[in-house]
Nanobody
């Protein structure tokens, strides 16, 4: 079982930056690939970024590539999402998720943190 708690959301002007954090419980953090997803009002949840258990392999949606960076600190059981050059269309609730390395699905989700980008 993995419990995830996101933090770092807030209100920022367009062009600004935020860093989201996701703290994971448990001692098997390295057994999980981690991802960030987001859901805007009236829209379906969408993939944002993911990172492998080692932190070496990352992947991004086209909409955030070059602006967002995902990373993890396995010593701190934490995954981060650095968001730069934010746009109003990045406004959403951002969710952290964990996927066991033996699975293709994300089974564990955080409660979400709100990111609002004003124009």
């Amino acid at each position: 079982q993995v419990q995830l708690v996101e933090s770092g959301g807030g209100l920022v002007q367009a062009g600004g930056s935020l860093r989201l954090s996701c703290a994971a419980s448990g001692r098997t953090f390295i057994s999980y690939g981690m991802g960030w997803f987001r859901q805007a009002p009236g829209k379906e949840r969408e993939f944002v970024a993911r990172v492998s258990w080692s932190g070496v392999v990352t992947d991004y949606s086209d909409s955030v590539k070059g602006r967002f960076t995902i990373s993890r600190d396995n010593a701190k059981n934490t995954v981060y999402l650095q968001m730069n050059s934010l746009k109003p269309e990045d406004t959403a609730v951002y969710y952290c998720a964990a996927r066991h390395i033996s699975s293709s699905e994300y089974h564990y989700w955080g409660q979400g943190t709100q990111v609002t980008v004003s124009s």
